[in-house]
């Protein structure tokens, strides 16, 4: 089926944080706002709304989430709809924005993502995240989401030798990138001493292995790349998309050392763009746990097999490493608004593209890629940008 | 009915429900049967490889130990 080319032709995220004082809508409303503002688009010419958020019932007792927000943004008459993926709820959303947009349906197409959830405790925060597994399986018998990608772990650990330090010079360098992000929730360099010595979570994870909870939402906004320069100087095209699945329950996967879902959708994604794993300069990965980068970068074909640990040891990934993954400080240090995390990628990889990056840009920034992971990898969204 | 270890881990910060029980260990399990399976570990910690045994489901959770 002939698809028509889409860009990204704006950006807008709130910082993420801990920030009592703000509700869900307020950070959707702000990120929006300054998305559509950096495109010069106005509310109403908006066709389509689509909000990516994991579990706002649950955290702030709010339903029907997508026209909340967007009629606070001044979208009315025309679709809203709330995406739900867990951690890869705004991914998704994307990938649904950019397919309708593609598919000729819309021209200008609002994609929001957004989690509030430093309202609730850490037990129930870990409550209400443990949902995105198999709750008459895996979180029945106990298992938080630490516990499975610890478990994750552990077998990478035994079947690669993947060891505790190769984990922690993924959360030192994805916390020396966010130290320099003003938008980051925790802007705290860590040392490998530190990283080593963390406070268990599950073991062998500790709190420096943990992303954040956080509050926080991103916006990004889609149209067909033959209109894109109506609206601004610098559209990124979207080379690639793909959502993939997988089922939930972390005991029916014949192998967690990898995500199939990641692999397929990687697959798909460079098929689309006609690219290799090889022409990907920078990437911002789903870090939800350290473990998680490392198989990410395995699964997406940086990194061989169970070399991914390595990968990370070697300072490959580094920000001046030859390919930078987590320039933003990654999950781990920016912050991990559930919901928001899947644009709160995209807004990163387009400002790299940009040259935006400040302190943190990259040297190489044509092509950058964006992976992001729901529960433990029965949803995975990679999507390939390039300047356009 | 026994199994053995696929993967393991001590949960230390437990889900609101859990809270008391923590630290406790969960692990997956190959059974012999076929299949895998998320368990309770009872008693003794355990190790990837190291066979375990059924004990008693409580709460609709299975629980197993370590096979002497």
Not at chain 1, 105 to 123: F, H, I, N, Q, W
Not at chain 2, 42 to 66: H, L, M
């Amino acid at each position: 089926m002939g698809m028509r080319s889409v860009a990204v032709i704006g950006i807008g995220k709130t910082a993420f944080g801990a920030f009592p004082d703000r509700d869900l809508r307020s950070l959707a409303v702000e990120a929006g706002e300054k998305c559509l503002t950096d495109a010069h688009v106005s509310p109403s010419e908006v066709e389509a709304f689509y909000l990516g958020n994991f579990a706002g019932p649950a955290f702030v007792d709010q339903n029907h989430i997508a026209p909340y927000v967007a009629s606070a943004l001044g979208i009315s008459g025309v679709p809203c709809t709330r995406i739900e993926a867990a951690c890869a709820s705004s991914g998704a959303a994307l990938f649904q924005a950019v397919s309708a947009v593609g598919a000729g349906l819309y021209d200008l197409v609002l994609v929001d993502g957004v989690e509030k959830m430093t309202s609730r405790p850490t037990a129930q925060v870990a409550e209400i995240l443990a949902g995105a597994g198999d709750c008459s399986g895996e979180v029945l018998v106990g298992a938080t989401f630490p516990a499975l990608f610890a478990m994750i772990a552990r077998r990478h650990m035994y079947q690669y030798g993947t060891t505790r330090e190769m984990l922690a010079a993924v959360a030192v360098k994805n916390h020396a990138n966010g130290a320099k992000n003003p938008l980051a929730h925790m802007r705290k360099p860590i040392t490998m001493e530190q990283a080593l010595a963390g406070k268990p979570v599950s073991d062998p994870l500790t709190v420096f292995d943990c992303s954040l909870i956080s509050d926080g939402a991103a916006a990004v906004l889609v149209a067909p790349l033959e209109r894109a320069r109506e609206f601004t100087r610098n559209p990124v095209k979207v080379l690639g998309i793909a959502q993939t699945s997988d089922s939930v329950a972390l005991d029916t996967k014949e192998d967690i050392t990898t995500f199939r879902a990641v692999r397929l959708a990687a697959e798909k994604a460079y098929k689309m763009a006609g690219v290799t794993a090889g022409d990907i300069e920078f990437a911002e990965l789903h870090d939800c746990f350290t473990i998680a980068e490392i198989i990410a970068t395995e699964d997406l074909g940086f990194a061989p097999r169970g070399g991914g640990g390595r990968y990370a040891l070697e300072g490959r990934t580094c920000l001046r490493g030859e390919r930078p993954v987590n320039a933003s400080g990654g999950l781990k240090s920016k912050g991990h608004p559930v919901g928001a995390t899947g644009t709160g990628q995209i807004c990163d990889v387009v400002t790299q593209i940009r040259g935006d990056a400040g302190e943190l840009q990259v040297s190489r920034h044509s092509i950058g890629l964006a992976q992001n992971l729901g529960g433990s990898g029965a949803t995975a969204v990679v999507t390939i940008l390039a300047g356009a | 009915m026994s199994a053995i270890v696929y993967t393991e881990t001590v949960v230390h910060m437990a889900p609101e429900r859990f809270v008391s029980e923590a630290p406790y260990q969960i692990a997956i399990v190959t059974l012999d049967e076929g299949g895998r399976r998320t368990v309770r570990i009872a008693g003794q910690r355990v190790q990837i490889g190291d066979a375990v045994e059924f004990v008693e489901e409580r709460n609709g959770i299975p629980f197993y130990r370590k096979r002497d």
